[in-house]
């Protein structure tokens, strides 16, 4: 069994930072990547970031210059560093990953965690 949970969510007012960390445990045997998604009200789940397990990361057009995506290998955690937010960057966050669990990769979700930006 693998679990992903997420924290560093809150209220910020526009142009302020946010954190979100991300941390995999249970029978890890490899990560493939680790990213994130987000889902606004009344809207599909979104790309933001991922990075893989050799260190490239891909961004969402939207957050490109804002977002920074960071990994510890060594905890099976993943960060979002989020600069300069934006109302519409307002959701919730999801945690995303694939990983190896007995020589199978699966794909894994956090719970989630809300992103609130005021104007």
């Known amino acids: 069994q693998v679990q992903l949970v997420e924290s560093g969510g809150g209220l910020v007012q526009a142009g302020g930072s946010l954190r979100l960390s991300c941390v995999a445990s249970g029978s890890i045997f490899s990560i493939n990547y680790m990213g994130w998604y987000r889902q606004a009200p009344g809207k599909q789940r979104e790309f933001v970031a991922r990075e893989s397990s050799g260190g490239s990361t891909y961004y969402e057009d939207s957050v490109k210059g804002r977002f920074t995506i960071s990994r510890d290998n060594a905890k099976n955690t993943v960060f979002l560093q989020m600069n300069n937010l934006k109302p519409e960057d307002t959701a919730v966050y999801y945690c995303?990953?694939?990983?190896?669990?007995?020589?199978?990769?699966?794909?894994?979700w956090g719970q989630g965690t809300q992103v609130t930006v005021s104007s």
């Open positions: 995303h990953a694939v990983i190896v669990v007995q020589s199978t990769p699966n794909t894994y």
